[in-house]
C-alpha cells in the first residue's frame, strides 16, 4: 500500500515509518505546519492538493488532526491515526466521527469512552518500540557516560497552567489542591474529572478550554481534569519521588530541559535525544522510574515500552493495564504506594542478578510480541478487514 505520512515532532514517528517500509509499504512524508488544529486553511489547501494529485491508500500520523480528517472526508481519502498522547483531546471534536477516519487510541478506558460517545471507526491499540533501532544504537553505548542508580527521563512540568490560572478562585483552588493530595496517593483510578462539579465548569469556563467554538464536544471538566490538574499533579508526584529517590541513593540522574534547583541531590543532564541518546540512558541505569501522567487512565506510556526495548529495568507505578501484558517481577516491577516504590529501588539496587534477569526476561518479551513492526501488522489488518466490512 501507499501511505502519506503526516510528519510532526511525534517521539516514535521514526519507527512507524520504518515499520511501514519494513513491511513492503511505500511512503511520502507530508510537512507543513498546523497553525489551528480544528481550522487551518493554508494547510488543508496544501493537503488537499497534495491528495489531489497523488494517489494514496490513506494518510496516516501519529495523534489525531481535526484538519486532517476534515481534509481526507473531502477528498474521499482514508485517515489513519494512532495515539501518543491521552486523553487525545483533539478527538473531543465533532471531526472524530467522519466516516474516512480510522482510529486507535493506546488507552483503553479512552477507547471505552470513545466508543460510548458513538465514534464508529475507532479501536485499542498499545504501543510499542522499534528494537532493531535500539540494537543499531547500543553498539556504540559508553558506559561511563550514562551509568546510573536510578534515572528518570521525562518533564517536571514547572510551568503549567494550574499556577498560571491566577483568576481561581481561592475556594476552588482549595479544592483542587485537596483533590491531588488525595489523587497522588491512589493509583490505578483517575477521579478529577468526575469530581469537578457544573458549578465549578461555570466558574471557569472561557479560561480553561483550548478547544472551543461549535466543534468541540468535550467539557470545562475534561479540560480542566487533564491539562490543568493533570500537569500540576505530575509537578508534584515526579519531584516528591526524585526527592524521596535522591536522599537515600547518591547516584540518580534525571534527563528533562525542567529547572531542578530545588532538587539539589539529583543530577540533571539536560535534554536527552529520543532515537540516539535515550536507549543508552534506559539501558545502562539499574532502575529506570517510570511515573505515568494520571490522564492516562489504564493505558501503558511510551516510556515503559522505549526501557524494555533498550533492555532496561522498570520501576513504574501501577497502571491497570500492565496486568495484560506482563508479570509483576518477571518482566517489570511496579509500585502502589510511594513508601513501597522506595522500598522497591532500595531492595532492586541490593539484588543485581534478581534486577538483571527481569530485565532481560522483559526485553525479550517485547522483542518477541511488542515490536512496532507487530503493531503496524495489527493496525493494518484491522484498517483492511474494515475497508472489506464497508
Same mark, same amino acid.
Given at each position: ?27 511520502? $512524508? ?26 494514496? +491508500? ?34 473531543? @471534536? ?14 483503553? !478506558?479512552?477507547? %471505552?469512552? %470513545? ?28 558506559? +561511563? ?26 475556594? $476552588?483552588?482549595?479544592? %483542587? ?63 516528591? $519521588? ?9 547516584? $540518580?540522574?534525571?534527563? @528533562? ?26 539501558? !545502562? ?33 501501577? !497502571? ?50 511488542? @515490536? ?19
Amino acid at each position: 500500500m501507499k501511505f502519506l505520512l503526516y510528519k510532526w515532532k511525534a517521539y516514535n514517528q521514526v519507527a512507524l515509518e520504518d515499520a511501514l517500509i519494513e513491511l513492503g509499504h511505500k511512503i511520502d $512524508i507530508f510537512t507543513c505546519g498546523i497553525e489551528n488544529l480544528e481550522s487551518d486553511l493554508e494547510f488543508e489547501e496544501k493537503l488537499d492538493r497534495y491528495l489531489k494529485n497523488y494517489k494514496y +491508500n490513506a494518510v496516516i500520523s501519529i495523534n489525531y488532526f481535526p484538519v486532517i480528517a476534515k481534509s481526507c472526508n473531502r477528498m474521499s481519502c482514508n485517515y489513519i491515526s494512532w495515539t501518543c498522547d491521552s486523553p487525545m483531546l483533539a478527538l473531543y @471534536t465533532k471531526s472524530a466521527f467522519l466516516p474516512k477516519n480510522y482510529i486507535f487510541v493506546f488507552d483503553r !478506558q479512552a477507547y %471505552f469512552e %470513545f466508543k460510548a460517545i458513538g465514534i464508529k471507526n475507532i479501536w485499542y491499540l498499545p504501543l510499542a518500540v522499534d528494537v532493531d533501532r535500539n540494537d543499531y544504537v547500543l553498539k556504540d553505548c559508553d558506559e +561511563n557516560n550514562y551509568s546510573a542508580d536510578v534515572s528518570f527521563v521525562g518533564s517536571l512540568y514547572e510551568k503549567n497552567r494550574y499556577d498560571e490560572m491566577v483568576y481561581m478562585p481561592d475556594y $476552588i483552588r482549595g479544592y %483542587f489542591d485537596a483533590l491531588m493530595n488525595v489523587q497522588m496517593e491512589i493509583y490505578g483510578d483517575n477521579f478529577f474529572e468526575r469530581m469537578i462539579s457544573g458549578e465549578i465548569e461555570e466558574q471557569l469556563e472561557g479560561r480553561a478550554v483550548d478547544i472551543s467554538g461549535d466543534e468541540f464536544i468535550g467539557t470545562p471538566a475534561l479540560i480542566v481534569a487533564n491539562t490543568t490538574l493533570g500537569m500540576k499533579l505530575a509537578a508534584l508526584e515526579r519531584r516528591k $519521588i526524585l526527592n524521596m529517590v535522591s536522599q537515600k541513593v547518591r547516584n $540518580i540522574k534525571i534527563y @528533562t530541559e525542567s529547572n531542578t534547583k530545588d532538587l539539589p541531590l539529583v543530577k540533571n543532564m539536560g535534554k536527552v535525544d529520543y532515537i540516539y541518546q535515550m536507549p543508552k540512558v534506559f539501558n !545502562q541505569s539499574k532502575i529506570n522510574l517510570n511515573i505515568t501522567l494520571r490522564n492516562i487512565k489504564t493505558g501503558i506510556p511510551l516510556r515503559i515500552w522505549d526501557i524494555l526495548g533498550a533492555g532496561g529495568f522498570v520501576l513504574t507505578n501501577f !497502571q491497570a493495564e500492565l496486568l495484560d501484558f506482563f508479570e509483576q517481577g518477571k518482566h517489570l516491577v511496579w509500585y502502589d504506594s510511594h513508601d513501597d516504590m522506595m522500598d522497591k529501588v532500595l531492595y532492586y539496587l541490593s539484588h543485581d542478578e534478581e534486577r538483571i534477569k527481569i530485565a532481560k526476561e522483559g526485553n525479550r518479551l517485547v522483542r518477541n510480541k511488542h @515490536t512496532m513492526a507487530e503493531r503496524v501488522k495489527q493496525l493494518l489488518k484491522t484498517v483492511q478487514d474494515a475497508w472489506e466490512d464497508n
